[in-house]
């Protein structure tokens, strides 16, 4: 897994951009559908090219990845708000792994 520097804040609207140099790598591409699950306390985003019944989210403009309102509260509930972007470059998947929360109360 390689970090690529962003960090995310689970909010009541969450968006963020993948680099355009790691969207190519791991096939990610506008109009895409992203596959996410929870798996080990973690986000995981696949970008696949045929429909599923699974939570996902169409890949935006710019490599735009929007996560659903069924993820979000999951986290939430756990109190749960910052994560770390991570790409796992041999399955192409896109990894959000939690912050540890005391980090950022201040």
């Given at each position: 897994m390689i970090p690529i520097g962003i960090t995310v804040k689970m909010s009541k609207r969450i968006l963020f951009r993948?680099?355009?140099?790691?969207?190519?790598?791991?096939k990610i591409e506008q109009g895409n559908i992203a596959k996410i699950w929870i798996q080990n306390n973690s986000v995981i985003i696949k970008a696949c090219d045929q429909y599923t019944t699974e939570i996902t989210s169409t890949i935006g403009r710019e490599g735009q990845i929007y996560i659903p309102t069924e993820v979000r509260d999951h986290f939430?509930?756990?109190?749960?708000?910052?994560?770390?972007v991570f790409i796992d470059e041999v399955n192409r998947n896109i990894i959000l792994?939690?912050?540890?929360?005391?980090?950022y109360e201040e």
């Open positions: 993948i680099p355009s140099t790691w969207r190519s790598k791991i939430n509930l756990k109190g749960i708000k910052h994560f770390k792994k939690p912050l540890e929360e005391r980090l």
